[in-house]
């Protein structure tokens, strides 16, 4: 039973780039933990597919080492890996030649149980893997595919693998996938708005000033050298994980908790972006400097070539709707930056009139701080008297009523986003997945950014590793009167 409330059995899970680093690092660990805690059917089988020639008992192998090096400390000698390994089998397949998936078919054998694909490939294979697919008869109405990003590079590329996908799976088949939607504090902001009364009265231009979402990272490039320097952090990371978060952060109160109510809801957000001007954004590249104290190469070193690909974005976004008229949503992701946080910072407004002024009372507006990743926490700062028998006037000062969700949820398994999707694909739930008007919607927005930073000549500009990015991100926000939550 899926949380949807419809049970959609499937008897088999197919991993296309069984070998890759996906794999190794998410998906089998994510899967093991599911089997371990008996989430998934005693029955299930799992096949691996990829271009390596590797038999069963090879692919097992791989996986148990994979297992040992990306296991979570508390997941390991439970005692569950063999009967996991013995779940697990393999066929070699060049998804380029559609005669290798008759084969792969008759390894899958009956798929009358149904059938869950989870299709992470390079987007030059996207086409062939569907043709083949569907010419081995692995698409049927109890199959249903994962998708793993990249899905296109812009909107035109996108709709050519969606109209593929489109030939041989019904949308309510395709599940695409954000892993940001996969994890537990991104899904907790529904909770926070909509399971609370105190925020949504105040959620709106009544009451919130702006609105910050930072994701950034301490990592550079991670040796995906190809990948990344024809994508740049808009379509890395601007396209997808942040206008979800920013769709979840800006949505009206879904009917209900089903696919299509929070997906309408997201979509409305998202159509209603307004097109983003050449000085609401700064494209930036990270040079020579030191993370977390340790000397780190510019990105055209680790690339080893001149490069006009942007490690950094920071934009400042309008949705025009009637609930965020003049709300500005500043957004700024990048690599290589001071250090790792995912965060949505609500800024709300100051109260109308100070009464503490005339006695020397400084007030600051309230703010609302939903930290995602590396910690978990809920932090509102409110304004407090500091304690005294305020002889020379009152003085306030903020201080923070914090909700620790790691402490509060101590017992609970901290969970791996991909396992919650790949439970969500096995049973056949699409709420986390993303439907391909809110990608169509993501793209428009993001193709026009891309038009105006080249009808403008934007090139990226540089800022040292293990900064915030470019100075002109902090112009940015400052001209208005507003500083990043730093
Ligand atoms: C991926 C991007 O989608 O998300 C990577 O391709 C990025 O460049 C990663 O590092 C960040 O994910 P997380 O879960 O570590 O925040």
Not at 318 to 335: A, C, E, M, Q, S
Not at 450 to 476: C, F, H, Q, T
């Amino acid at each position: 039973m899926n949380s949807a409330g419809v049970s959609t059995p499937c008897s088999a899970l197919l991993l296309f780039g069984a070998t890759g680093d996906l794999a190794k690092r998410m998906l089998l660990p994510s899967i093991f933990a599911l089997h371990e805690d008996g989430l998934i059917a005693a029955d299930l089988r799992i096949v691996g597919t990829a271009r390596s020639e590797l038999s069963d008992e090879e692919y097992r192998s791989l996986a148990e080492e994979a297992l040992a090096e990306y296991l979570p400390d508390d997941r390991r000698g439970n005692g569950q890996l063999q009967t996991f390994l013995d779940r697990l089998s393999y066929h070699p397949l060049d998804a380029s030649q559609a005669d290798g998936f008759g084969g792969l078919a008759e390894k899958l054998g009956d798929i009358s149980g149904g059938l869950s694909i989870f299709l992470s490939t390079a987007p030059s294979l996207f086409e062939a893997t569907i043709e083949g697919l569907k010419s081995a008869g692995l698409t049927g109405k109890n199959v249903r595919i994962g998708l793993e990003k990249p899905l296109g590079n812009n909107l035109a590329t996108s709709d050519v693998i969606n109209d593929a996908v489109a030939e041989a799976y019904s949308e309510e088949q395709t599940f695409r996938i954000d892993h940001y939607l996969g994890k537990e504090t991104v899904q907790n902001l529904m909770a926070l708005r909509f399971a609370n009364m105190m925020f949504e009265p105040l959620w709106n231009s009544g009451g919130i000033d702006h609105i910050e979402i930072t994701v950034s990272e301490t990592v550079g490039l991670e040796g995906r050298h190809g990948f990344y320097d024809d994508t740049g952090a808009l379509r890395d990371m601007v396209q997808n994980h942040m206008l979800q978060l920013l769709a979840l952060t800006a949505m009206e109160a879904p009917a209900n908790l089903d696919a299509t109510s929070v997906r309408d809801e997201k979509v409305k957000v998202l159509r209603s972006l307004r097109p983003v001007t050449a000085d609401e954004m700064v494209r930036g590249q990270y040079g020579d400097g030191a993370v977390k104290g340790e000397a780190v190469n510019g990105y055209t070193d680790d690339l080893d070539q001149v490069s006009g690909t942007e490690t950094f974005v920071a934009i400042k976004a309008h949705i025009d709707n009637w609930r965020w008229k003049d709300v500005p949503f500043y957004l700024r992701t990048g690599k290589r930056l001071s250090e790792r946080r995912s965060e949505i910072v609500i800024q709300f407004k100051s109260v109308p009139h100070n009464i503490f002024a005339e006695r020397g009372g400084k007030l600051h507006a309230n703010k609302l701080v939903i930290r995602l990743q590396p910690e978990e926490y809920v932090r509102l700062q409110v304004m407090a008297k500091e304690p005294g028998l305020d002889r020379d006037g009152v003085t306030l000062r903020d201080v923070p009523l914090d909700l620790s969700l790691s402490q509060a949820f101590s017992k609970s398994r901290n969970r791996i986003a991909y396992e919650r999707l790949l439970l969500d694909l096995i049973e056949g739930d699409p709420t986390l997945f993303v439907r391909r008007d809110e990608v169509e919607a993501q793209w428009r927005w993001v193709d026009a950014i891309r038009e105006v930073w080249d009808e403008n000549d934007m090139k990226p500009k540089p800022y040292g590793s293990g900064s915030w990015g470019p100075s002109a991100a902090i112009a940015l926000t400052e001209r208005d009167g507003v500083s990043w939550h730093e």
